[in-house]
């Protein structure tokens, strides 16, 4: 690994108390850059913050954000600010699932995933863009990285609100590409397809609790035997790489698009 490879980026993460934020924040300051750990988990958050500033490369700080309020994601983009100077990169990676049959989706259901999948993404994008805007140009883009999903490009029966969240992720990707591009900024995105974390021993469970599946554990077997084309689950190793590549100088010539590492699930 290049440990100067992300060396001058300071690099917003919202999410990144666990899963493939946490792994993501740790191997980006591994390549030099500094990051900002924003999640609704401050205590988590300050915990890998610690860990990377324990060992060499980039330093870390945590902040607790809940990215669906416009005046937090204002405050962890501050927050980058004060501690690194400037901000040149944002992954929105904050993100949760709580599955429903379509028949069974209600109010409450529709606004967590939204606001957390979608808006808070949105609102994390625009108020990072501000900052990037007033900085002025740079030599290299500004950057900023949208989380996908295979959600973003397949419809799954039991997440409709979850695929519309991330079809949303993949608009926003897409538009933002367009309308920020004046402004030396590009936008990309990555779509993992099942990935060990957290989020998915939670959705594990509620796939159980839905009827959906009889055990917990048989979506994983399921989608490995049906959907995969490289026979296994990931885990947030398995995304890192991407990630990086789209925070580095190895990117720079693309925007609008966003990249599946999901095993080949988005073409069976
Ligand atoms: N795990 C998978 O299989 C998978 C697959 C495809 C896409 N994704 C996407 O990848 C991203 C990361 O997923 P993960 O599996 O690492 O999840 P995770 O649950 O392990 O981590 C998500 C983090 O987001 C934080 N968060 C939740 N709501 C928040 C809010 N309102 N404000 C700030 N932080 C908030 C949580 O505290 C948590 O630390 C998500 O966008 C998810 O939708 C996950």
């Not at 690994?1 to 060396?7: E, F, G, H, Q, S």
């Not at 949105?122 to 900052?131: D, N, P, V």
Request: glycine residues 8%; negative net charge; contains cysteine.
């Amino acid at each position: 690994m290049d440990p100067n490879r992300l060396k001058g980026k300071n690099i917003l993460i919202t999410g990144a108390a666990q899963g493939m934020g946490a792994t993501n924040a740790e191997h980006f300051a591994a390549q030099g850059a500094n990051v900002c750990l924003a999640d609704l988990d401050l205590d988590k958050a300050q915990e890998v913050a610690d860990r990377v500033n324990d060992r060499a490369g980039g330093k870390a700080i945590a902040v607790r954000t809940d990215v669906t309020q416009r005046a937090d994601n204002a405050a962890a983009v501050k927050a980058t600010v004060d501690a690194f100077g400037t901000i040149n990169v944002a992954l929105f990676n904050a993100g949760l699932n709580k599955p429903r049959f379509f028949m069974d989706i209600d109010e409450d259901n529709w606004d967590l995933i939204m606001n957390v999948n979608t808006r808070g993404m949105w609102l994390g994008m625009q108020e990072t863009a501000k900052q990037m805007i007033a900085q002025g140009k740079q030599d290299f883009p500004y950057k900023l990285i949208c989380v996908g999903s295979i959600a973003s490009r397949k419809p799954l029966v039991d997440v409709t609100v979850y695929c519309t969240s991330k079809y949303g992720c993949l608009a926003l990707t897409h538009c933002a590409a367009l309308g920020l591009a004046e402004h030396n900024i590009t936008v990309n995105g990555y779509a993992p397809g099942v990935v060990k974390t957290p989020l998915w021993e939670q959705l594990d469970k509620d796939l159980v609790d839905i009827g959906f599946k009889e055990k917990e554990g048989q979506a994983f077997d399921d989608i490995v035997d049906n959907e995969l084309v490289i026979k296994r689950v990931s885990t947030p190793d398995d995304v890192k790489g991407t990630a990086a590549f789209l925070a580095s100088p190895d990117s720079d010539y693309m925007t609008g698009q966003m990249i599946h590492i999901d095993g080949g699930w988005c073409i069976q």
